[in-house]
């Protein structure tokens, strides 16, 4: 799932989420993302990264990743400031057309708390917690409602 397209001082970065239907180990290459120019010409990202990490030219580190838990994959294009939108972008052979090119990665602003905690509560135990809701609000954070359980 795409969640954006932004500049960068390197170029024109774009952020996926990316989830599978089962648990497996995975790597992503520079193969996996491209975008058609719009005199037609096929552009493969210069850089990969997985949740943050380092770009590189080749392919990812291999992780884990495991069924409903989405992993954040980032493909770095070799564009110049003055793109505002990709005429076509194409993520492992799915193809979305006209996609926005933001100015930087500013998220939305999050939505308003409507009322604080009454109070801390001290946990012991075994509990399970669930997350519903859930929205990044900056790069290496996300907001969640948690429910837990005893």
């Known amino acids: 799932m795409l969640q954006g397209c932004y500049h960068t001082n390197a170029g024109v970065r774009?952020?996926?989420?990316?989830a599978t239907k089962s648990d497996t180990l995975?790597?992503?290459?520079?193969?996996?993302?491209e975008v058609v120019a719009a005199d037609g010409a096929n552009i493969k990202?210069?850089?990969v990264s997985v949740v943050n990490g380092e770009f590189d030219d080749n392919n990812t580190p291999a992780i884990n990743v495991y069924k409903g838990v989405p992993v954040k994959v980032s493909a770095?294009?070799?564009?110049?400031?003055t793109t505002t939108n990709l005429?076509?972008?194409?993520?492992e052979g799915k193809r979305a057309d006209n996609v926005p090119v933001r100015n930087s990665a500013a998220?939305?602003?999050?939505?308003?708390?409507?009322?604080?905690?009454?109070q801390a509560i001290n946990i012991s135990g075994n509990w399970t917690a669930s997350l519903t809701g859930c929205k990044q609000v900056k790069p290496n954070e996300v907001v969640c409602a948690a429910t837990l359980r005893k």
């Open 45 to 47: 990202p210069s850089g």
């Open 107 to 118: 998220a939305a602003a999050p939505a308003p708390v409507t009322a604080a905690p009454a």
């Open 26 to 33: 995975e790597a992503w290459t520079v193969l996996f993302a």
């Open 87 to 91: 005429r076509i972008l194409t993520v």
């Open 76 to 81: 770095l294009f070799d564009l110049p400031r």
């Open 14 to 18: 774009c952020d996926f989420n990316y």
